[in-house]
């Protein structure tokens, strides 16, 4: 089947099988490396390392037919930085150091994006639930939790008083 969708800003246009997921589809048909696999291969949502954005909203690609992206606008790593700048939120990650290896970042980056556009506000106890589906296994999630917080703060959102999260 022919589906037809909006990929980082531009018309995508492809022929996908039934079965393909969306991750195999950006993968393979359109070179989208940011969308990765770790703990599954194309057939669980475990670490949230394939994580792009579907008309805004978070979604596992490699859970996520093909198909059911016709005529939604899908948005990965790649499609946040713009001629030549990167997003607040690519330049806090680098900043606060939230890198570490770089497998987790772009699944933490557009879940982070979703939670700031859609009013989230940077206190920790958000942040860490708007990340949740991503699992980071180097160090922790500290510097993720400041670069987001950080991104936060230059886009214009006002900090919430923090909220104490944890045993």
Same mark, same amino acid.
């Given at each position: 089947?022919?589906?037809?969708?909006?990929? %980082?800003? !531009?018309?995508?246009?492809?022929? #996908? &099988?039934?079965?393909? !997921?969306?991750?195999?589809?950006?993968?393979?048909? $359109?070179?989208?490396? @940011? #969308?990765?696999?770790? *703990?599954?291969? %194309? @057939?669980? @949502?475990?670490?949230?390392?394939?994580?792009?954005?579907?008309?805004?909203?978070?979604?596992?690609?490699?859970?996520?037919?093909?198909?059911?992206?016709?005529?939604?606008?899908?948005?990965?790593?790649?499609? *946040?930085?713009?001629?030549?700048?990167?997003?607040?939120?690519? +330049?806090?990650?680098? +900043?606060?150091?939230?890198?570490?290896?770089?497998?987790?970042?772009?699944?933490? /980056?557009?879940?982070?994006?979703? $939670?700031?556009?859609?009013?989230? !506000?940077?206190? &920790?106890? &958000? /942040?860490? +639930?708007?990340?949740?589906? %991503?699992?980071?296994?180097?160090?922790?999630? #500290?510097?993720?939790?400041?670069?987001?917080?950080?991104?936060?703060?230059? #886009?214009?959102?006002?900090?919430?008083?923090?909220? &104490?999260?944890?045993?």
């Amino acid at each position: 089947m022919r589906i037809r969708f909006e990929l %980082n800003g !531009s018309t995508a246009e492809v022929e #996908v &099988e039934p079965w393909e !997921s969306l991750f195999d589809v950006l993968r393979g048909k $359109f070179g989208i490396k @940011s #969308v990765k696999t770790a *703990l599954c291969e %194309n @057939s669980c @949502s475990a670490c949230g390392a394939c994580t792009v954005l579907m008309d805004g909203r978070p979604i596992y690609s490699v859970m996520t037919p093909a198909y059911r992206a016709d005529g939604h606008r899908i948005t990965t790593l790649e499609g *946040l930085s713009a001629k030549g700048h990167l997003d607040p939120l690519q +330049e806090a990650f680098l +900043e606060a150091g939230a890198v570490q290896c770089g497998f987790c970042t772009s699944g933490m /980056i557009l879940s982070a994006k979703a $939670f700031l556009e859609g009013g989230g !506000s940077p206190d &920790e106890r &958000e /942040i860490k +639930e708007a990340i949740r589906g %991503n699992l980071c296994r180097c160090t922790g999630y #500290v510097k993720i939790v400041d670069a987001v917080r950080m991104a936060a703060l230059r #886009v214009g959102k006002e900090g919430k008083k923090e909220v &104490e999260v944890g045993p």
